[in-house]
């Protein structure tokens, strides 16, 4: 078994990648990504080696990603006391786009696609994410997932149509 | 969605190690041993079963002495006038 930092090293970019492609700014993936490693330091002991660890630590950045974005949302809506719109928050916002991985001239059209990925349903974003961004299989994608090869490709075709609507929507 | 795959990979910030160290470090401190919440556990049960044993000898006194009172003396002394 490796020691922590020999994980924590292996896999940082790894987590923080895959942060940053949920919530769209460093601050937040930095959040992320230390929930994420005080998870994996708490239960690797525990670890049972049913899957590899990689997919392991992916489970957990994807399951703490969407755990943070929920609550980041509850915040919102808890603190300005209006009818806000559960969509309304800045991370749809593209003008509050600040993924470091986009390139300058890229940024406004990469904004508007994840200004859509953000409105999915969590199952259907995050195989969006990972199939088309981080770019695995669909097997591993499944994994990842805990799922079957079958179920991610209906999810990532009900993703497509919806981003499809969703991005005519906004151009409308 | 073609444009998904042209996103860069980031690195994560050096500093980044020394936050999560301190972040367990903290998570370590505010863990209780398992044998003091025993321990814990075990005198909040025992002052429990203290006090039921207590209020019950009370309440066996208590509903003796009430009959005690309702039942009057019956001796046939007469009062001194």
Redesign the interface.
Known sequence: MLSF?EL?NIH??L???LA??FCQNREDA?EV??DV??TV??KAKNFQNKSNIKTWIYRITVNKSLDFLKAKKTQKRNFFFTAKRIDDDVSTSIGHFE?????LE?KE??AK?FAAINQLADKQKTA?ILL??E?KSQAETAEIMNTTSKAVESLFQRA?LN?KKILKENEG | ?E???????????NY??E??MS??KR?KANIIPLHWAGVAAAIVILCISTNIYLLSNNYRSDQKNGLEGLVPSTTLELYNE
Do not use: C, S, W
């Open positions: 930092k924590y940082k970019d987590v923080f990648n940053l492609h930095e990504a230390q490693f005080l330091h708490l993924h470091p991985g986009v390139l890229e059209e990469i696609i969006v088309k961004i770019q497509k981003l | 969605m444009r998904l795959k042209k996103i860069q990979r980031v690195q994560m910030p980044m190690y936050t999560i972040k367990i998570e």
